[in-house]
């Protein structure tokens, strides 16, 4: 297991620019897939964006495909998301989570393939 750290969240403009960072502690942080996932007020945890545990495969939700970008740095233990085009409907809290799980769509796009959560860093994108 890893305990995870969000940051980098707050306030921002329609189309403006975020970088959210999670660090990780533990060992097992570089061979774990990397999600972020977002959850606004009244509404279910949603699906943001994955990574694998090499970087080399990531997926993403088609509301954020084009506008946000998933990466990690396994030397820092270190995902980042960033996310550009900002919309007010981008407006959430968002989690970073760590899977170990097989690497298939369903696993990797829905929370309950994910074993580690963050705490969550609030967005919120004004009009």
């Known amino acids: 297991q890893v305990q995870l750290v969000e940051s980098g969240g707050g306030l921002v403009q329609a189309g403006g620019s975020l970088r959210l960072s999670c660090a990780a502690s533990?060992?097992?942080?570089?061979?774990?897939?990397m999600g972020w996932f977002r959850q606004a007020p009244g509404k279910e945890r949603d699906f943001v964006a994955v990574?694998?545990?090499?970087?080399?495969?990531?997926y993403y939700a088609n509301s954020v495909k084009g506008r946000f970008t998933i990466s990690r740095d396994n030397a820092k233990n270190t995902v980042y998301l960033q996310m550009n085009s900002l919309k007010p409907e981008d407006t959430a809290v968002y989690y970073c989570?760590?899977?170990?799980?097989?690497?298939?769509?369903?696993?990797?796009?829905?929370?309950?393939?994910?074993?580690?959560w963050g705490q969550g860093a609030q967005v919120t994108v004004s009009s």
């Open positions: 989570a760590a899977a170990w799980a097989a690497w298939t769509r369903a696993t990797m796009t829905s929370p309950s393939g994910f074993n580690s």
């Open positions: 533990g060992r097992t942080f570089g061979s774990a897939a």
């Open positions: 990574i694998s545990w090499s970087g080399g495969s990531t």
